[in-house]
């Protein structure tokens, strides 16, 4: 059986309902799956892929996800822990990237997917950090 890349949100398709339930954190691996439970057909689909990320300002980061969401994460909280504690140089930040859908920097700092998606913060303003 392959495994599928992660992502972040899951979604249960049981017959025609569909259902959104955010990924829970630990989770190690998850692949699409499909069970039978109740005699009621259900699949697994996670969506947390990262397909954009912009450095900003005060070391957050705007980014893109898989399913269409545009938030705001903030590694201040993180930037005094081992070796997040080089992205404290704002040109290294500014550095920041994706690798197989997560956010990375040159040095193998990486933001593990279920943290990234616990601390999106929404986009408060129309200003548009997708655009190069």
Not at 13 to 22: D, E
Not at 44 to 50: E, L, N, Q, R, Y
Not at 97 to 108: D, K, M, N, R, Y
Request: charged content about 25%; proline content about 5%.
């Amino acid at each position: 059986m392959s495994e599928t890349p992660l992502h972040a949100v899951a979604i249960i398709g049981c017959n025609t309902k569909n259902a959104v339930i955010p990924a829970q954190a630990g989770i190690q691996y998850l692949r699409q799956e499909r069970c039978l439970t109740r005699s009621i057909h259900c699949e697994v689909i996670m969506h947390w892929d990262v397909t954009k990320v912009r450095p900003l300002d005060d070391y957050q980061i705007y980014v893109e996800l898989e399913d269409g969401r545009k938030d705001i994460f903030d590694l201040k909280p993180y930037l005094d822990h081992g070796v997040f504690r080089e992205l404290r140089d704002k040109e290294y930040f500014s550095r920041v990237g994706i690798v197989l859908g997560a956010v990375t920097w040159p040095h193998e700092q990486d933001i593990a997917p279920e943290t990234l998606i616990s601390g999106l913060k929404p986009v408060e303003h129309k200003q548009n950090f997708g655009q190069t």
